[in-house]
Each structure stands twice: as C-alpha cells, then as structure tokens.
C-alpha cells in the first residue's frame, strides 16, 4: 500500500488485513518513496558484525557506508526478527513463530520514524495529542498516570480530535513546529490524518484537585525530556539541538495536576484559553 505520513512517502508490502486497514486512512498515490517490504522467515542468524549501536530491544550493525542491519529483540533478548536498511527502504524479516499483527506493527514503527527523522528536522514525543482552537497540545505523562484517558475528555466535552494518542511526529516545517500523524497510536490506534502547529505541551500528573497553569519553559522541557523517544538511531544531535531550541522559542508549557472528571478538562480549558 502507498501511504504518506509525517512529510514521506511510503510503499509497504504486508499481507497482514490489520496492518493494511490500520495504514488505509494515510492512503495515497506517488511516484517515489521508501519500499518497506515485510516477510516471514523460518530461521535467521545472529549478525557476526561489531554492534555499531545496542539497546535492550535491538543492535545496529553497519554493513556499508548507506546499509546496515538492526536485529530486534524480545524482553528476554531473544531474536524476533530483524530489519535490513538500504537508502531507498528497508526489508523486514521476522520469524514465522512470532507472525502477529504486534510484531509487524512494532518492527514498521521502527522503520517509518527511522525514514522520516532520518530525511526531517523533527523528533518523537510519547504522548496524546489534542487539537484545541485548531491547534495542537500534546499531553505528557508517565505510563498509566492517564494521559489517553484525559484526552479522551476533550473527545467527550468538546468534540476534540486526536492526533495521535501515543506517540506524535513534531517536524519543522518551513520555520513551524507541527504535528504530523502517524499510524502507530499505541493500544488505543486512535489517529487521524490531519496536521496542526504545536501550541503547547502539557505535563500531566495525579492530584486529588484538579488544577492547571503556564510553567517556565526551562522547567517543562525537563519535565519533557525523557518523554522524547530515541526512535532514530541515525538522528544528528544538530537536527535534535534545532529542534528542542524551537520548542523552548515557540511552545507553551503547562502543568496539568488532577483527577480525571470533567473538572480536570474545565481547569486546563481555562488555562489554554487565557495563553492563546
């Protein structure tokens, strides 16, 4: 299927419904784009390369100067699969005893957000994005503090539309930070194919009473940091510089601190609307 996310063009061979109906909304015609082809394998064996790159997931071997390998790994580190790059796209090889719509759409996560921060000024940040006033806020949380749940309150009370309720592609964009989608939306694939600019960022945490207010910059890009994933092996720490500087020169913080009632979605509507 050819589809376009995130300012790039894709052409993915899966044969997997689930995958090809979650990518349909991002459907489209080109002439040129990245070739992700996916396939199952009975049996692979582990590269005999120095790691250029390991983590717990997955290692990166360099093959040449535009190839390289990058095995993918379980929990246990156990070898699920592994992705081989070229410069025009990648093939995807997972073994057959791990075929499962989970597999093909972690290993495609890896891949898609490689191509796009590998060719965009951009980065990833793990959080629910709303639009509000046709902007886009994006909500930070910790795992399970709530972050999808409060999103979904500006669904219910004010017809909101989600960007992406898990992981959101912020690219500059001919001087503009905005948010593309994207197809990888966490458990929820909650996504739609539209893009706005970033108006603010805001960290979400758990309080009894629910109350919202602008941040120091300085002090909500600490609170943002460990929130931008590491999603591009590749990406040069200049692209990251210029983008991180330009959420500090153009991005709203707040801090969001409640339960979830439509109090919480009250106290913050308030709050964003007094910084428009």
């Not at 593309?180 to 970033?198: A, Q, R, T």
Request: charged share 20%; net charge neutral.
């Amino acid at each position: 299927m050819k589809v376009n996310f995130g300012l790039t063009n894709f052409e993915i061979i899966s044969s997997n419904p689930l995958i090809n109906s979650q990518l349909q909304k991002y459907h489209t015609d080109f002439d040129d784009g990245f070739v992700i082809n996916i396939k199952y394998v009975a049996s692979l064996e582990k590269s005999t390369l120095e790691a250029k790159i390991k983590s717990k997931f997955y290692s990166i071997y360099q093959i040449d100067e535009t190839s390289f390998i990058q095995e993918v790994y379980d929990e246990n580190k156990t070898l699920i699969g592994n992705v081989i790059y070229s410069s025009n796209g990648a093939s995807i090889q997972i073994l057959e005893k791990y075929a499962s719509f989970k597999s093909e759409y972690i290993f495609l996560e890896y891949v898609c957000f490689y191509f796009i921060l590998k060719n965009h000024k951009g980065i990833v940040i793990h959080s629910s994005c709303f639009v509000f006033n046709d902007y886009a806020y994006c909500l930070v949380a910790s795992s399970g503090t709530g972050k999808s749940t409060h999103a979904s309150l500006w669904e219910k009370y004010n017809n909101s539309l989600l960007i992406n309720d898990d992981k959101n592609i912020v690219l500059l964009d001919e001087g503009i930070l905005k948010v593309f989608p994207n197809p990888f939306s966490g458990k929820s694939l909650k996504d739609n194919n539209l893009v706005k600019e970033l108006k603010g960022i805001i960290i979400l945490k758990r309080n009894l009473v629910s109350q919202a207010r602008k941040i120091k910059k300085i002090e909500g890009f600490k609170l943002l940091t460990p929130h931008i994933l590491n999603t591009s092996f590749m990406l040069e720490r200049a692209s990251y510089n210029l983008i991180t500087d330009s959420i500090l020169e153009k991005v709203n913080f707040f801090l969001l601190e409640c339960n979830v009632s439509k109090e919480a979605y009250l106290a913050l509507r308030t709050t964003l609307e007094e910084n428009l």
